[in-house]
């Protein structure tokens, strides 16, 4: 084995290298479709272009997706992420609305706690179901999953709420330093989980919670407290997304808000890297994993793939990128090329799997 | 038997994992009618090996054959239906299922899509009469000891025409009479013409039923010996690759006297600890210094009193006693505030974090109780991992490897260096010595000694008597669900009174069967 190859090795070995392979991917295929795609150019000291509207489309993705990467994380799950988004815009819109001054910065910031409190508080209602009564974390979260959705309506009280706030609108729609404000939010909520998990010990006893709950039990840690920040933690990003999407719109739709958002946070996780089953979490792989599915979501606007096969053609592409990832899947085509012929009885037959 | 052609032969075998060469250049060969053991430290590469033969790993290098032909299996089913069939150390079968299930699980008799289950629980009975197994095929397997759950591995096993039997540490939990049961059927099985490979770690059964023994070292092989050869002494230190003399070194090692340890406050000391379908109450006391045994046969409830005492089980009543103080035990942490701390038997699902580093896995019980806010600096971290790691000789020496690649015995010194870091007052041990080599076992039984030489009080959990006679200055015997006996280890203190005591008074169901 010479050295270009074993640095070939190295490089694919990376567990963000078949994420990011697929990005690329992704983004020159755009390219070839269409030239201008990556061109971005300045207008009214604001850069436009394809890659900048799927950077501030996926803010809300990375928001969502690096709460469900702690709960995964976990070895639970959280699917009321799409609600709660539903209801902090709900919470907030409503709130503004009432108020003579829509464009008061108090007023806003004012609406912005309110509705985050009340993500916090629904984020402990899952953290106690599943860390303190033990239901199991599926059941646990669909039911706010399930009730939520009626929670928004009933803020709205059925109605869209249409506002006319700026500040409120700058959290979807701004720019600083020639930039959509969303990309820094999500950047800003990155680094903070990033530094909330690495500099402090939580990330490594998430993982060893997910990784052997009963073995971390007994070597001390108390892994309800941690399951229940975890799920907190989550609730609260769902929240800061939920003010996006809103704001993209200065609506409030109790329906239609972060609808099926926890389905593709989950996917975004998981094309990261990070295990269902729980243990190793991976940040930066998450966030590759939500633009990967913004971009997808971009290709089938660009490339007038109409709506009806749209979702085919992201299911068609999901399954490539996981069956990419799939260490299994991978080893049977490297072995076939490496062995010639393996003894013929035997080739065809999937591998086993054995429990490690 | 020699005369004939081997069945099975594996050479140049070699396998490397990120961080870890596990084989280099093995050669192995089976042949009909045998029982070869293959022998080796903790490390030492046996289960790679067997592993590599099975298809479960890909080799690096190397060639198999199987009756003369070249083999490359992609996993045991294949294996197994190629004839080459394996019982893994751990118990790879379903609890929640029957017996009869878990036999032809994947090849059940079929007509017409549905299941025969009629044929199926006929066959299985027929199969387990063959081993003078009495079952009842349609109860759960998990209403069966652990003993019992191996022979069904076992039987599920030799259904299968097989030619290669691979029995990978088959007796590390059964006791003397199983064990027995379970070499009559490899006897049986010998005699029909299967080859039998048998890795396990106690000598005396190796020169019980061994014919040729393969000795590894550090991933390489050592040689291939005919049992009656090889005299005991010689295969050890082939083995461990020394001369022998650290090993009996513990037994000079000077007890102190019980009477002088026990006065003063004991450090902890329990009354009424007991548990409904776990443990009857009882009482014991361990003063600061102490090794305290803990003797009785499998299932005595020598775990329980373990889990009791670290809170990992509540206490259904009574009090304990912390340096005089009342206190309580009701959870791990709890535990572990008080400078307890607690190595599990069952290292894979109670120990180990598999998916997590040697440090992390290290420094996890140290983390928990400083909690998360207050994580252990990077470079307090290292110090403390290699300091185990040289201490307690763990290979391979990378504090970043996942400890899922570390062999069993180096799992277990992980554990060992997770509670040593946290510094406990009462270190409890289930076990310790468990399905590990002899030269990690000595090791371990060492530091034993050298930590109650510091005063730490440790609980010694063990099946292996004379273990638990060698380390403690008191024993505490378990006998169905109850402590019977304290007894303190004078001179007139053997194995055989530790063994009276277990049997005496026990009328059990069993003797009038």
Redesign the interface.
């Known amino acids: 084995m010479n050295a270009t190859m074993s640095r070939y090795r190295t490089m694919t070995g990376h567990r963000l290298f078949w994420p990011a392979a697929v990005l690329f991917v992704m983004l020159a295929a755009n390219t070839i479709y269409r030239p201008g795609f990556l061109s971005i150019e300045l207008k009214d000291g604001h850069l436009y272009g394809s890659p900048i509207d799927i950077l501030r489309l996926s803010a809300p993705l990375i928001l969502v997706a690096l709460g469900m990467t702690l709960v995964i994380s976990t070895g639970g799950i959280d699917l009321s992420v799409g609600s709660v988004c539903a209801i902090s815009g709900a919470i907030a819109c409503m709130y503004i609305s009432k108020q003579s001054d829509q464009n008061s910065l108090v007023v806003v910031l004012t609406a912005l706690a309110m509705a985050l409190g009340v993500a916090l508080v629904l984020g402990a209602w899952n953290g106690v179901l599943v860390a303190v009564i033990g239901i199991q974390p599926i059941i646990a979260t669909l039911i706010l999953m399930v009730a939520g959705r009626g929670l928004a309506q009933l803020i709205t009280q059925g109605q869209i709420i249409t506002i006319n706030s700026e500040p409120f609108r700058a959290i979807g729609l701004g720019h600083l330093l020639t930039l959509p404000l969303a990309i820094f939010i999500a950047l800003a909520a990155a680094l903070l989980v990033a530094a909330f998990t690495r500099r402090t010990a939580l990330g490594m006893i998430v993982e060893s919670v997910g990784g052997n709950a009963e073995a971390s039990r007994l070597a001390g840690i108390r892994s309800g407290r941690v399951i229940f920040l975890a799920y907190v933690l989550s609730a609260a990003c769902a929240a800061i997304a939920g003010f996006m999407m809103t704001a993209n719109v200065s609506s409030a739709d109790g329906n239609a808000v972060g609808l099926w958002v926890e389905l593709d946070a989950i996917l975004a996780v998981v094309i990261g890297g990070t295990s269902l089953a729980g243990g190793r979490f991976f940040l930066s792989g998450t966030i590759i994993g939500a633009l990967i599915i913004q971009t997808l979501t971009t290709t089938v606007y660009a490339m007038d793939i109409s709506p009806q096969t749209s979702l085919l053609f992201k299911a068609v592409v999901v399954i490539a990128v996981c069956l990419i990832q799939a260490p299994a899947f991978r080893a049977r085509f490297s072995r076939r090329r490496r062995n010639a012929p393996p003894p013929a009885t035997i080739a065809d037959k999937p591998k086993e799997q054995v429990p490690a | 038997m020699t005369d004939s052609r081997p069945v099975l032969t594996m050479t140049g075998i070699s396998k490397s994992f990120p961080g870890v060469r596990a084989l280099h250049d093995v050669n192995f060969r089976l042949f009909p009618g045998e029982v070869h053991a293959l022998m080796g430290e903790n490390g030492a590469g046996k289960s790679t090996l067997i592993k590599v033969l099975t298809g ?1 790993y ?1 080799t690096d290098a190397g060639a198999i054959t199987l009756e003369g032909d ?9 294996a197994t239906a190629a004839g080459v069939s394996t019982v893994f150390q751990e118990v ?1 079968l379903c609890t929640n299922l029957s017996v009869a299930e878990n036999i032809f699980i994947g090849r059940e008799s079929r007509r017409l899509g549905a299941v025969r289950w009629g044929e199926v629980r006929r066959r299985a009975r027929a199969l387990l009469a063959r081993l003078d197994l009495d079952l009842d095929v349609s109860a759960p397997l998990g209403s069966y000891s652990l003993a019992i759950q191996q022979m069904v591995a076992i039987a599920r096993a030799i259904d299968i025409k097989a030619r290669v039997l691979i029995l990978d540490e088959p007796t590390s939990s059964l006791d003397a009479g199983e064990v027995a049961q379970l070499f009559r059927i490899m006897r049986q099985l010998r005699d029909e013409g299967i080859a039998i490979l048998f890795v396990t770690h106690f000598l005396d059964q190796v020169y019980e039923i061994a014919d040729r023994i393969t000795v590894l070292r550090n991933g390489g092989l050592v040689g291939e010996y005919l049992t009656t050869e090889l005299p005991q002494l010689s295969l050890v230190e082939k083995m461990i690759g020394k001369e022998l003399d650290a090993l009996e070194g513990i037994e000079e090692h000077s007890r102190r006297d019980l009477a002088a340890l026990e006065e003063g406050t004991p450090l902890v000391a329990v009354s009424n600890f007991g548990r409904a379908g776990a443990v009857e109450p009882f009482s014991l006391t361990i003063h600061a210094g102490e090794v305290v045994g803990l003797a009785g046969l499998l299932g005595s409830g020598r775990t329980e009193v373990a889990r009791l005492l ?1 809170g ?1 089980d509540r206490t259904d009543g009574g009090q304990v006693a912390i340096d005089g103080t009342a206190s309580s035990l009701r ?3 709890q ?2 505030d008080h400078g307890v701390g ?1 190595c ?1 038997e069952n290292r894979r ?8 580093s040697v440090r ?1 896995n290290m420094i ?2 140290m ?10 600096p990077r470079r307090r971290q290292d110090e403390l991992v290699d300091r185990y790691v040289k201490a307690l000789n763990i290979r391979p020496a990378d504090p970043e490897v996942p400890v ?1 690649n570390l062999s069993g015995g180096n799992q277990q010194k992980v554990l060992l260096a ?1 509670w040593l870091i946290t510094e406990p007052r009462l270190l409890i041990l289930d076990e310790p010595t468990r399905g590990i080599d002899i030269g990690a076992k000595t090791e371990i039984q060492k530091l034993v000694t050298q930590l109650s030489d510091g005063g730490m009080a440790v609980l010694f959990i063990s099946a292996e008597l004379e273990e638990v006679l060698r380390l403690s200055h008191k024993v505490a015997v378990m006998r169905d669900r109850q402590m019977v006996a304290q007894l303190a280890n004078d001179d007139s203190l053997d194995a055989d009174r530790i063994m009276q005591t277990i049997a005496s008074g026990s009328h059990r169901e069993e003797a009038d069967r």
Do not use: C, K
């Not at chain 2, 699902?349 to 997590?356: C, Q």
């Not at chain 2, 983390?367 to 252990?376: D, E, K, N, T, V």
């Open positions: 479960v890909d070249p083999v490359s299996f992609t996993g045991p089913m294949q790879n670290f990992a959870t791990p942490a535990a572990i607690f599990s699902a109670e120990g180990i974090v598999a998916d997590l992390e996890l019980a983390q928990a109780a400083r909690g998360w806010l207050r994580p252990i899922r997770r």
